[in-house]
C-alpha cells in the first residue's frame, strides 16, 4: 500500500510538468465583437463575467487551471469554447453565422446550457439571472434584425 501511494504522488508529481499550454492568443481589436456589433454596457458586463473565460482569447486562468490533471479539463474546455464562439475573432464569421450565433447564444442561455454547470460553482456572479437571460436574447434578437438590413 505504501509503494501505491508514493508511486501515485511521484506520477501526480511529474503530470505537473505535462499537459497542453494554456493560451490567451493576440486579438486584433477589429475583429472583437465589441467593434463588430452594438454591445449596451449591461450586455458587455454579462458577457465579461459569464462567458469571456471560455469563448474569448480574454481568458483568466484561475490557481487550479494550474494543477494537473484539473488543468489539462479546463484547457480542452476553453479551447472548445474558442473553436465554438470567439467573441475575440467576431470578424472572422461572415454574416450568416453571425445570425445563427446570435441565435444560438439566446437559445443556450435560456436553456440554462451556458454557461455550463461546470463553471458556475467556482466562478461566482457568472450565474445567469433570468434578467440576464432577458437582455442577452433581447439584445441577440436585436443584433440580428440589425445585421439582416445591412
Known sequence: MRWVVIIGACCFVVSQFFGPAKTNPATDTSQTIESRLQLTPQVAAILDRSCNDCHSNKTRWPWYSNVAPVSWFVIDHV????????????????????????????????????????????????????????????????????????
Open 79 to 150: 479551447d472548445e469554447g474558442r473553436q465554438n464562439l470567439n467573441f475575440s475573432e467576431w470578424g472572422r464569421y461572415t454574416q450568416r453565422d453571425t445570425e445563427g450565433l446570435l441565435k444560438q447564444i439566446c437559445q443556450e442561455v435560456k436553456s440554462g446550457g451556458m454557461p455550463l454547470s461546470s463553471y458556475t460553482p467556482l466562478h461566482p456572479g457568472s450565474k445567469l439571472s433570468t434578467e440576464d437571460v432577458k437582455i442577452l436574447c433581447d439584445w441577440a434578437s436585436a443584433q440580428s434584425a440589425r445585421i439582416a438590413t445591412l
